[in-house]
């Protein structure tokens, strides 16, 4: 279901396991969840303190990006999560989390260039909610650019959770 603390005020939510998430059963735990380790050191958020998952709950064959019926078919989980931890910022990382986490929330849809690091305001069952895009950190692993792009949303979202 993904990791972290069930009293976060943040949760992650990528897009799918890959092998050593799958292997292992715990999300974000080979290159890209060793970036997204340093990246939220750096921004002084502590990975125990937060909760960290991903729209799909089992490794796309191939690794390819998940099909809209898997989205459709784990999206009551990852709802159901969301409204057990109750969060005050989900932060979507990535093409296919952002798209999803935007349908859920209504929000109207955009392209990451544009709508990454940018605080939209939602409703949620809980309460009015902040969903903070960001790059997939996979993107950032052999790109400066987006690593630099990354780094600076992830301070961002530090300085909004306060
Ligand atoms: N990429 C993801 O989107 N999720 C993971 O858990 C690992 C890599």
Redesign the pocket.
Known sequence: MGEGALDSRVVFV?????RR?DDTGR????S??KLLDRLLAKAKLNRVDVFIT?VVRCRPPGNRRPKREEVKACSGHLMKLLEIIQPEVIAP??NS?IEHIFEMFSLEEGVIGDVHGKACRVGAAWGSITVYPLY?P?AAIYNQKLLGELEMDMEGLAALLG
Do not use: D, K, L, Q
């Open positions: 990528g897009e799918a396991p890959g998430e999300p974000f735990v080979g890209a969840g991903n990382m990535g989390a997939h996979a």
